[in-house]
């Protein structure tokens, strides 16, 4: 209850919209009592020309309400007005009441489902901004197929639930008052009679809202599972085919997929329960009533039209009831995927900025690592141990060493992606951790190995999230990463659509992308993470050439497998399980036998011992290259092409 609570705040900032719609229900149960009111006179003085007598509970009821003398007046003019006249008037009457109530129900639904839009629009604009924020750790252990479920399946379950069926519902609730207190002021001797039904009717409604909160919280989990298996089957296609475990995955799927359709079946049967039960206590209580009521009819001791006016609220308030079932069901549907969302909203980013952040200025002197540990888990094995460096501006630092020696690890600290554990970084003297995201993040780009392109134009894709940025800075940008080139022979040039994730481009092409990318946002600081090491050799050369123009005055940091894109750099930290094992220029580590940069050289390095020269080799596979993407261009302009008319 608690969570829904907590929902129902969030409504609350369409208050306007919920006053609007409450003040339309009761207009329209109003309208539909004065509607059914109208049975009375209808059957007693219509149907069977008689007087109409009134109970002895409605005219005290009336009186309390100061409203005795008005009601006197009303039956003494249906008990002496010609019955030909009356129905002309009990016709306008019922037109005009139909017309009020539905005006009063059309916006009554309007408003509220406005409501119910917009608070399920606040969710999806909550959660993708507070995903923004979270820590990137928290990505590193979160299925992305997980997080795409809250963001549309949760949200759409709630909207589903909460939307038109729940609307409809409460509507029917609120009827609820009105109608018992018709029947009270009727006959309040039979109407307690009946309440003594309610529980026979709540308490199973109640079992089974239980149950179906707890079912609908395991479907939005199973449809999480399934949606992360279909994220890592599509992206990993290639490696589907490539080991021939098409019909695994189809196993695979297809069990949860089963399992699903179970959740989904008991919640339906435990749903579709509640419909009968209702009717069937609705039912027993009208035909009781009937019986006892109808002999007070023979005995002139109430008149027929009070019988059907009460038989008729009676019969729809079975509606009412029956909605009360409905909506427990809705709510505890809706509360299971809203304990998904609010446990995303509720979590904590580790990775904050402060109050009074101060804004980074440019980095103009040195950067320095002062004893800085790093452990994704407080309790485990720290990753970066004890690291001090100083690194003056425009300063190239080489990172190499064995795999999970800490390199990308330390390269993350940088931009804060993760917060160091004990020490401090500092740019020009000033914490890292007591500046805003903004200036720190703003003065450092990063080219990793896996390059992440968006499905759009190569320009917004190169000028990212900036449409200021003029034609000409892109190009300049695209020419100095040895990207201008390839962008012109497509078919749309810079407007080319590049497919998800550059799909329609080859690695080389996707890499210079994003270094143009870097380039023309123009950082002080730059990290390159492997950013050659899945490349061929004539891309691996194109791209060198293209991060030779990006490195240039700027302070580096370059994580590298391979040993000869980082020869040049002005000192090489070789790093193994999180500690500097070793430190200097090319030439100095080099030289010692028993280090590990001497070691990690020669294994890339020795001689393969081919006959054939080692430049001949590399001639022929430039070659082979060009061929390949020559042929791939002709593929890509064929596709992109759409055919002459």
């Known amino acids: 209850m608690y969570i829904f609570l907590r929902f129902i705040r969030n409504a609350w900032n369409y208050k306007a919209r919920l006053v609007v719609s409450i003040l339309c229900i009761v207009g329209v149960n109003v309208f539909q009592i004065g509607s059914i009111g109208s049975l009375i006179p209808i059957v007693d003085r219509i149907a069977n020309d008689s007087q109409i007598s009134v109970p002895k509970s409605v005219t005290a009821f009336f009186a309390y309400i100061g409203a005795g003398e008005f009601l006197q007046r009303v039956i003494h003019y249906l008990n002496t007005a010609d019955r030909h006249t009356l129905v002309i008037q009990l016709t306008i009457f019922f037109l005009l009441v139909t017309v009020l109530r539905g005006v009063f129900d059309y916006v009554m639904k309007v408003t509220m489902e406005s409501v119910a839009q917009g608070v399920m629009r606040d969710f999806m604009k909550h959660m993708h901004q507070h995903l923004q924020i979270l820590p990137v750790q928290y990505f590193a252990k979160t299925r992305t197929g997980e997080l795409i479920s809250r963001l549309t399946n949760d949200v759409n379950l709630v909207q589903a639930s909460l939307s038109a069926r729940l609307i409809e519902s409460v509507c029917d609730i609120t009827q609820l008052p009105f109608l018992a207190v018709f029947l009270l002021i009727t006959d309040w001797k039979m109407t307690l009679l009946l309440s003594l039904a309610i529980p026979l009717l709540m308490g199973p409604i109640v079992i089974i809202g239980q149950r179906l909160r707890r079912l609908s919280k395991k479907s939005q989990e199973k449809i999480a599972d399934i949606m992360s298996m279909l994220q890592e089957t599509i992206t990993g296609i290639r490696i589907v085919r490539a080991f021939n475990m098409e019909q695994y995955e189809v196993r695979r799927f297809d069990h949860q997929a089963d399992r699903f359709y179970h959740l989904r079946m008991k919640a339906i049967r435990r749903d579709a329960l509640i419909g009968p039960l ?129 390199k990308t690890t330390f390269a993350n600290l940088i931009p804060r992606f993760y917060d160091v554990t004990a020490g401090a970084i500092l740019f020009d003297g000033v914490d890292i951790r007591d500046a805003t995201f903004t200036s720190l993040r703003g003065q450092i780009g990063m080219v990793t190995q896996e390059t992440i392109l968006f499905n759009d134009s190569v320009r917004n894709n190169i000028a990212y999230g900036r449409a200021d940025i003029p034609l000409d800075a892109v190009i300049a940008a695209a020419q100095a990463a040895n990207a201008d080139g390839f962008i012109r022979e497509m078919p749309e040039g810079y407007d080319t659509i590049i497919g998800e994730r550059g799909v329609r481009l080859s690695g080389g092409q996707r ?75 090319h030439d100095a580590l080099i030289v010692d036998e028993e280090g590990l940069y001497k070691k990690l050289h020669d294994m890339q390095f020795r001689d393969t011992g081919h006959d054939v020269p080692s430049g001949f080799i590399d001639f022929i596979k430039f070659k082979l290259r060009q061929a390949r993407e020559r042929r791939a261009q002709r593929r890509l302009n064929e596709t992109l092409t759409p055919p002459t008319p």
Do not use: W
């Open 278 to 406: 209702t009717e069937i206590v609705g039912i027993g209580c009208a035909l009781l009533v009937a019986n006892i009521m109808l002999g007070r009819v023979l005995q002139k001791q109430l008149s027929p039209g009070f019988l059907v006016a009460y038989i008729a609220q009676l019969v729809i308030m079975m509606k009412p009831l029956r909605s009360i079932g409905k909506v427990n069901s809705l709510i505890q549907r809706a509360v299971g995927a809203l304990v998904r969302i609010y446990d995303l909203l509720d979590t904590k980013s580790s990775i904050i900025e402060i109050p009074d952040a101060v804004e980074l200025p440019p980095l103009q002197r040195d950067i320095r690592f002062e004893h800085v540990a790093f452990a994704y888990d407080p309790a485990g094995t720290p990753v970066i141990k004890d690291l001090t460096l100083h690194v003056k501006a425009g300063e190239m630092i080489a990172l190499v060493g064995p795999s999970g020696g800490g």
């Open 511 to 585: 890499q210079r992308l994003a270094i143009a990318r870097a380039i023309l946002k123009n950082p002080r600081v730059l990290i390159l993470d492997e950013a050659t090491s899945a490349l061929d050799t004539e891309s691996e050369r194109l791209v060198q050439e293209a991060i030779d123009h990006l490195v240039k005055a700027r302070t580096v940091f370059a994580i590298a497998h391979r040993l000869s894109t980082i020869q040049h750099a002005d000192r090489i930290l070789v790093l193994v399980d999180g500690e500097v094992v070793q430190i200097g220029t």
